[in-house]
């Protein structure tokens, strides 16, 4: 047990966009999930508006899901899905679960300064955000999952570099986790790892333009970065 696969920015919707199809996106994640087998999948949301219960009922046959949301998303159904624990696919700020002895928590959503909703995704003021770490900052969470962009020196020139995102930083330092795995950024490269004091940070893309995702082994303390079906990238938690 303690075999994880992550992913983010999945974006599955019915269109070509930008030369990429992205209807093929939910096919795509079927298979990684059948080639690796994981204990549990991680998202950190941007599934995409195109998601159906009955294609996520396939995918939950395949494996428990536990995801926060971003900002491109179908809440009404990842609401609605339930593991075959009964446990509730979508993360709840505040809540703490354990996988595979790995105690995992999120911070669901991205920032806005009005923190009003858009296309029916709700979005965080900065101080609802450090709000919800405040919440499970006590609770040993070892992993945490965001949307929300991580502010790194080298995503400047990537992304406006709101001062508010500052409180991203601060959620990561209050929780403290030994993993930090989040999406929402479209770079050029289609990874990032780092470190954030002692937390390891991993950004994903697991766009069909990218096709990337992580494997983490908690048991053996390994993660790696995959695409497709190549092992791109190595490390230790």
């Known amino acids: 047990m303690g075999r994880m696969l992550a992913i983010s920015d999945l974006h599955y919707e019915h269109?070509?966009?930008?030369?990429?199809d992205e209807s093929k996106a939910w096919e795509w994640l079927l298979s990684i999930v059948r080639l690796h087998r994981p204990d549990a999948l991680l998202s950190c949301g941007d599934w995409g508006e195109a998601v159906t219960v009955q294609e996520f009922e396939e995918l939950l046959e395949e494996v428990e899901v536990y995801t926060v949301y971003g900002n491109h998303e179908?809440?009404?159904?990842?609401?609605?899905?339930?593991?075959?624990n009964g446990e509730p696919v979508l993360l709840e700020d505040c809540k703490v679960i354990t996988v595979g002895g790995a105690r995992i928590a999120g911070i669901n959503g991205?920032?806005?300064?009005?923190?009003?909703?858009k296309r029916g995704v709700p979005r965080k003021t900065p101080e609802d955000f450090v709000k919800a770490a405040y919440c499970i900052a006590r609770d040993e969470v070892?992993?945490?999952?965001l949307h929300e962009v991580v502010p790194l020196p080298q995503y400047r020139g990537l992304i406006a570099m709101h001062e508010y995102l500052e409180v991203v930083l601060e959620a990561v330092e209050l929780?403290?986790?030994?993993?930090?795995v989040n999406g929402h950024l479209h770079a050029d490269e289609p990874f990032t790892v780092s470190?954030?004091?002692s937390t390891?940070?991993?950004?994903?893309?697991?766009?069909?333009?990218?096709?990337h995702y992580a494997l983490i082994d908690w048991g053996k303390g390994t993660i790696e970065v995959w695409t497709d079906v190549r092992r791109v990238w190595t490390g230790s938690l």
Do not use: M
Request: no cysteine.
């Open 15 to 20: 269109r070509v966009r930008k030369g990429v």
């Open 74 to 84: 179908n809440l009404d159904v990842l609401r609605l899905l339930r593991n075959r």
């Open 110 to 117: 991205i920032i806005a300064p009005t923190g009003r909703p």
């Open 142 to 145: 070892e992993i945490l999952l």
């Open 175 to 180: 929780v403290s986790p030994k993993l930090v």
């Open 195 to 197: 470190k954030l004091g």
């Open 200 to 211: 390891l940070y991993l950004r994903v893309d697991s766009s069909q333009a990218s096709r």
